[in-house]
C-alpha cells in the first residue's frame, strides 16, 4: 500500500502545482463571450453540485449523462430521474432523465432540459424619439425566452477496469421576435431561433487500487450554429478528474466512506478551473457534501445533503440537496432538489 501511496500523492501534488497558477494568471483574458447557450454551464444534480461539480470519476447513474456519461454504466436496471434548480434572478432549469440497463448490449437513457426565465420586456431600436434624430427605443410588449437541450445517451463497460459513453444532444433556444430595418427602409420581422447538435464523450478507469478512479470528459461538442452573419459555437468543455475514498487508506471501513474528488476544467470561453469535492457517507443511507470551486465569478462554496432508501420491493428512492453560497451577496444563492427512483 505504502507503493502505492508514494506514488499516488507526488502525482496528484505535482497535477496541482502545474495546473493552479493558470487559474488566477493575471496576464490571461478570461475568453468571455466565445460560446452561446450558456444554460449548458449550469450544474444539473444535487449530488455533483454539493460537492463543488467535482467527481466525474466517481458520479454513477443518470446523473453521470449531464458530466460524464461513461458512469452510466454503473446503473444497475432501470432509473427515473428529475432535478430543480432554483438559479439566479428568479431562473429556473428543470431536467429529467430515464434509463435501462440492457446487459452485455450496454445501458442507454434518454434525457432532457429545459430553463425557465418568464416573461421578459420586448424591445427595438426606434429611429428617433420624439422628432429628434437621438436613437432610442420601442416596447414590443413581453416575450419569454426557451432553452431546451434533449439527449440521448450510451454507455458500456469495456472490462471491469474501464467504462466508455456518449451522449448526443438536440439543442435548441427561441428568444423570440423583434423587427429590424433593412438596408432597403423596409421592416422585417426576425425569428431569433437556433439549434444545432453537440456531443459529449467520456471515460471511466480504475486501475485496481481501492477504489482510485481516473476520468476524462469532452462536454458540448458541436459545429458552429450561424446566427444572422455571425457565427459561434457551444461552451465547449474539456475535464480531467481523480477520485477516491480516503479511508481506504487508512483501513476498510464498509459502514462509512470520505470520498475526494479533484476535478480540472479547460473551458472554450473562461481561463481553467479547479472544482473540490469531500463526500461523507454513512451505510449508503446518508450523505453529506461539501466543495470549493476555483476561479467562478460567483458561488465558490457548495454543500449538499444525501438519503438512500431502499424499499422491499428492491426499489430504491434517491433524495438530494445542494446549496451554492453566493458570497458577493448581489443574487439569490441556487438551490438544487434532486429526486431518483431505481428500479
Known sequence: MRKYISIF???????????????????????????????????????????????????????????????LSDL???????????????????????????????????????????????????????????????????????????GLAYSRRISEQFAVGGQVRFLYEDYGQNVVVTTTGVNQTVSNIMKTFSVDLGTVYYPGYKSLAFAMSIQNFSPDIKYQQEAFGTPLTFKMGISMNMLDVFENSPRSSLLLAVDAIHPRD???????????????????????RMNYDLGNFTSGVGLRYSLSNGMQIKLDLSYIVDATGRFSNPFQITMGLKF
Open 9 to 71: 500523492i507526488p502525482v496528484v501534488f505535482i497535477s496541482l502545482i502545474l495546473f493552479v497558477p493558470k487559474l488566477n494568471a493575471q496576464g490571461d483574458l478570461k475568453k468571455v463571450a466565445q460560446s452561446g447557450m450558456q444554460y449548458l454551464k449550469i450544474g444539473v444534480g444535487a449530488e455533483m453540485v454539493g460537492r463543488g461539480e467535482a467527481g466525474i470519476s466517481m458520479v454513477k447513474g443518470l446523473e453521470s449523462i449531464f458530466w460524464n456519461p461513461a458512469g
Open 76 to 150: 444497475d436496471d432501470k432509473e427515473f430521474y428529475f432535478s430543480h434548480n432554483s438559479w439566479i434572478a428568479d431562473i429556473s432549469m428543470d431536467a429529467a432523465a430515464v434509463g435501462m440497463n440492457f446487459g452485455n448490449y450496454g445501458t442507454f437513457a434518454l434525457s432532457v432540459i429545459w430553463m425557465n426565465y418568464g416573461k421578459l420586456n420586448a424591445t427595438a431600436v426606434a429611429n428617433t424619439v420624439s422628432g429628434s434624430t437621438q436613437l432610442g427605443y420601442i416596447d414590443e410588449g413581453t416575450f419569454s425566452p426557451s432553452d431546451i437541450a434533449i
Open 270 to 292: 473562461y481561463t481553467e478551473r479547479l472544482n473540490l469535492g469531500l463526500e461523507y457517507d454513512y451505510l449508503g443511507i446518508f450523505q453529506l457534501r461539501t466543495g470549493y
